[in-house]
C-alpha cells in the first residue's frame, strides 16, 4: 500500500511539474524537456532484483571523472559534435557512485591493490595483490592469500575470464586470478613464491580461469625461447605455454588464431611480447579490445550457470604515464566501444555491468574555453552570441595560449634540468597543429619521467541486477560486495 501511495504521488507531483513547466519561458528548452523526460522515465523505474547470472566488471586503468571527461568530448568530437553534449555508454547507465581508491598504506594508490579490493572485499597493501592486511611489500613469508570473487564464481560452476591490454600479469588483470606480495613478479619470484605467469597457468588447470587474453607472452616461456610475438625472458627452464596446452588449452597469438579458436576449451591469447599496442598504433592482425571482449563472452555465454568477465583497458593508464593525452583518449574511445559490445551482447535482466576506474591520473583541464574547443588541442576563448567558440586563442598571464589537457607532473614538465644540476625553463610558444600532434606531450609542472597517479575519487557507472545499491560515495572493495550479492544473494 505505501508503495502504490508513493509512485502515485511521484505521478501526481510529475503531472503537477508539467503544467508548472508550461507557464515558464524555458518550457520550450531542448535542455528543459530532455531533463522533464529523463526524470519521469527514472520516477517509473523499478530496481532490478534479479539474481546476476553473469557479472562484467570494466576496469579503466587511469580513468578517474578527469579523464572520462577527456574520453567523452574527444569521443564526441571525433563524430562531429562540440563533444559536451556527447554521453559515454556509461555515462547513462542508471546508478553511479563515487569511489574512493585510497589503499591500506597508500593515499595515493596503486593498481595491484585497488584492483585487487574489487575482486577480494578489502583494501590491500600498496604493491602487494590478493594478500590479507598483515602482508608486507616483497617478503613471502607475510603472503596470506584472499579468497577472490573469481575462485567463488568458479565454485558455483561460473566460467570465469580476464581480458587486458596490458600484459595478462600486469597489475589490474592479475587481480582476477594471482596473489602475491609483490605485482612485479610477473615472471619470476624468490624461492618459496610463485610468480604471476604461473599462477595464471596455474588457474587455468585448476579450471577457475577458462580465458585469459592480453599481452605479455615473454613471461611464458623460458629466456631465449622464440615465440609468435617475441622471445620469453624468464630465468627458470619453464615454458608455460607448453604446459598449458599440455593440459588441453589453446593458445592463441593474433586476431585470427582467436577467432578460430573453440570457444568450448580453455584458452590462453597472449598477442604481445609485452603491453599491446596502443589503439591509436595497433597493427592489423592484432585483436582490439573489442575483439578480445567478443572472444571472452563468446567463450563463457554458453555457460548456464554465467559468468564472471574482467576486462582492462590498461593502456590508457601507460599514456597518461607517459603524458600524452592523445593516446588517453583515443585507449578510452576503444574502451567504450568494447563496453557498448558487452552490453549489446548480453541482457540486462540478468547481467550486472559494472563501469570504474581503480585509479585517477595527475591530469588537469584548464579553462575558461569555448565549446567544442578540441580537447586536445588549445584553448579557444568564448564566443559572445554564439553556441560555438570564437576564432581566438585564450592567453595566460605569460601571453601564451595553453592546451586544454595538462598534468601536474611528467615528461612534458616545462621545467628542465640544467648542466649544474638545476631546473628551469618557461612554457615554449605552441600552435594548435603542434598541441594535437598525436604525439604530443602535454605540458607538465614537476619533472618526472612517469607521470604520477592521483589519489582522488572515481567514478562507477552500473545496470543490470541490484545495480541500485551502488550510491553516494563508496570504499573500493564494495564493489565486490554488491557483485557477491548480486551473482550469490549474500551480503557476508
Request: hydrophobic content about 35%; proline content about 4%; glycine content about 10%.
Amino acid at each position: 500500500m505505501f508503495r502504490r501511495t508513493l509512485m502515485s504521488s511521484l505521478a501526481i507531483a510529475l503531472c503537477a511539474t508539467t503544467a508548472i513547466a508550461q507557464d515558464i519561458p524555458q518550457s520550450e528548452s531542448d535542455y528543459f524537456t530532455a531533463g522533464q523526460a529523463l526524470i519521469a522515465a527514472r520516477a517509473d523505474s523499478q530496481p532490478n532484483t534479479n539474481t546476476a547470472k553473469n557479472v562484467i566488471l570494466f576496469v579503466v586503468d587511469g580513468m578517474g571523472v578527469s579523464t572520462n571527461y577527456g574520453i567523452r568530448l574527444y569521443d564526441g568530437q571525433q563524430q562531429g559534435l562540440l563533444g559536451e553534449e556527447h554521453n559515454l555508454p556509461h555515462d547513462t547507465y542508471p546508478n553511479s557512485a563515487i569511489i574512493k581508491t585510497y589503499n591500506i598504506n597508500a593515499q595515493t594508490p596503486d593498481s595491484a591493490p585497488t584492483a585487487g579490493a574489487m575482486n577480494s572485499g578489502v583494501k590491500q597493501v600498496f604493491n602487494t595483490i590478493n594478500l590479507d592486511e598483515t602482508a608486507i611489500h616483497d617478503d613471502c613469508s607475510s603472503e596470506v592469500p584472499l579468497r577472490l570473487f573469481s575462485e567463488m564464481a568458479s565454485d558455483a560452476g561460473k566460467s570465469v575470464g580476464v581480458v587486458s591490454t596490458a600484459r595478462i600479469t600486469h597489475a589490474t588483470g592479475a587481480a582476477v586470478y594471482a596473489k602475491t606480495a609483490n605485482r612485479n613478479w610477473e615472471n619470476q619470484a624468490p624461492e618459496g613464491c610463485t610468480d604471476i605467469a604461473t599462477q595464471l597457468v596455474d588457474q587455468l588447470e585448476a579450471g577457475v580461469i577458462d580465458i585469459a587474453l592480453g599481452g605479455g607472452a615473454r613471461s611464458f616461456a623460458p629466456e631465449g625461447t622464440t615465440l609468435e610475438v617475441g622471445t620469453g625472458n624468464r630465468s627458470d627452464d619453464v615454458n608455460l605455454v607448453e604446459r598449458a596446452t599440455g593440459f588441453g588449452a589453446q593458445y592463441v597469438f593474433d586476431a585470427e588464431t582467436l577467432a578460430a579458436a573453440d570457444r568450448t576449451q580453455p584458452i590462453l591469447g597472449l598477442f604481445t611480447n609485452s603491453d599491446m599496442s596502443y589503439e591509436h598504433d595497433r597493427p592489423e592482425g592484432e585483436p582490439s579490445i573489442a575483439d578480445m571482449t567478443r572472444a571472452a563472452i563468446e567463450a563463457m555465454e554458453s555457460n548456464e550457470d554465467g559468468f564472471y568477465l574482467m576486462v582492462e583497458p590498461g593502456r590508457v593508464d601507460h599514456a597518461s604515464h607517459g603524458g600524452n593525452a592523445h593516446r588517453t583518449f583515443t585507449d578510452g574511445v576503444a574502451f567504450a566501444e568494447a563496453l557498448a559490445l558487452a552490453d549489446e551482447m548480453t541482457d540486462d535482466e540478468d547481467t550486472l555491468i559494472i563501469v570504474t576506474g581503480d585509479h585517477e591520473h595527475a591530469i588537469v583541464f584548464n579553462g575558461y574555453c569555448g565549446r567544442g574547443t578540441p580537447i586536445t588541442g588549445l584553448c579557444y576563448d568564448v564566443a559572445a552570441g554564439q553556441v560555438e567558440h570564437s576564432d581566438e586563442l585564450a592567453l595566460a598571464a605569460d601571453g601564451l595560449p595553453y592546451t586544454v589537457v595538462g598534468f601536474g607532473n611528467g615528461a612534458g614538465s616545462i621545467l628542465v634540468e640544467q648542466e649544474d644540476g638545476t631546473y628551469s625553463g618557461s612554457r615554449p610558444e605552441l600552435t594548435q597543429e603542434e598541441a594535437q600532434d598525436p604525439d604530443y606531450l602535454q605540458q607538465a609542472l614537476i619533472p618526472a619521467s612517469s607521470e604520477s597517479h592521483s589519489g582522488v575519487d572515481v567514478g562507477l557507472w552500473s545496470k543490470g541486477p541490484w545495480s541500485h545499491l551502488f550510491g553516494g560515495t563508496m570504499d573500493q572493495e564494495t564493489i565486490f560486495h554488491v557483485m557477491n550479492y548480486a551473482a550469490f544473494g549474500s551480503a557476508e
